[in-house]
């Protein structure tokens, strides 16, 4: 699938992506710290977001395991160093050497200070490193957008990453409208490009101009408005 949702056949009388494949390219904050527990455990670092929940499982019971379910749903990219992408290091005062800084305490896959006989290195690749647990990038800006169905009235009002095309932000309201993309979405009587982002779209995020003039921003969120396409389709 290509960086923007791939197109399929016409289905009635709207075309997008195959939903039953889609997937996310872009997670909020918000949406990562839902996933705070060992059962289901995510976190952020360096801009991605990965689903550590497998490693948690694997690990379970596991002391190593501790730090990191400490900081469940959270953005630990202070952890790492930007450049290496691999866990900062430090002098260590008892022996001198280069080793990870760990201040939370040792964490699974980070070698023992000292050598000891029930360190078991044969995991292969330590967890952080790799893509295996990658499961999209972190919005690093979100910004509302209410989305009004005329035929129902129905308001809704949603976080989306200002990065996200228009099919991802219909992938969002799924849940509120099943039918959503047998609608026609409009902006200003305008149809919306849905491969274009928001602002692609000539729907200007105005957050800054806001705060320039020391105005509540959240005084105003652009409403997309959704027109029934006698098509129901389900997704």
């Known amino acids: 699938m290509t960086n923007r949702a791939r197109a399929m056949p016409r289905r009635?009388?709207?075309?997008?992506?195959?939903?039953e494949y889609f997937q996310r390219r872009y997670f909020t904050p918000a949406?990562?710290?839902?996933?705070?527990r060992?059962?289901?455990?995510?976190?952020?670092?360096?801009g991605y977001v990965y689903d550590l929940t497998p490693l948690a499982q694997a690990y379970k019971g596991d002391l190593l395991l501790k730090p990191i379910v400490e900081?469940?749903?959270?953005?630990?990219?202070?952890?790492?160093?930007?450049?290496?992408?691999?866990?900062?290091?430090?002098?260590?005062?008892?022996?001198?050497?280069?080793?990870?800084?760990?201040?939370?305490?040792?964490f699974l896959h980070v070698p023992p200070q000292l050598p000891r006989s029930d360190w078991a290195n044969d995991f292969g690749m330590p967890w952080w490193q790799g893509s295996r647990y990658e499961v999209g990038r972190l919005s690093a800006k979100t910004r509302n957008i209410r989305i009004i169905n005329?035929?129902?009235?129905?308001?809704?009002?949603?976080?989306?990453?200002?990065?996200?095309?228009?099919?991802?932000?219909?992938?969002?309201?799924?849940?509120?409208?099943?039918?959503?993309?047998?609608?026609?979405?409009?902006?200003?009587g305008k149809?919306?490009?849905?491969?274009?982002?928001?602002?692609?779209?000539?729907i200007q995020d105005e957050e800054e101009e806001f705060d320039s003039l020391t105005m509540d921003s959240t005084l105003y969120t652009p409403a997309i408005l959704l027109y029934f396409n006698d098509d129901l389709t389900e997704l």
């Open 71 to 106: 900081v469940a749903g959270q953005d630990i990219s202070h952890w790492f160093d930007p450049k290496t992408k691999d866990i900062r290091k430090h002098i260590d005062p008892l022996t001198g050497t280069l080793r990870y800084r760990t201040p939370r305490g040792r």
């Open 38 to 46: 060992p059962e289901d455990l995510w976190v952020s670092y360096l």
């Open 12 to 19: 009635g009388l709207v075309a997008g992506p195959d939903f």
């Open 150 to 188: 005329t035929l129902t009235s129905q308001e809704h009002t949603l976080e989306v990453g200002t990065l996200e095309s228009m099919w991802e932000i219909l992938h969002r309201y799924l849940p509120y409208n099943t039918h959503a993309a047998s609608y026609t979405w409009k902006f200003e």
């Open 191 to 202: 149809n919306l490009n849905m491969d274009y982002t928001l602002e692609e779209n000539g």
């Open 31 to 36: 949406e990562v710290a839902q996933h705070n």
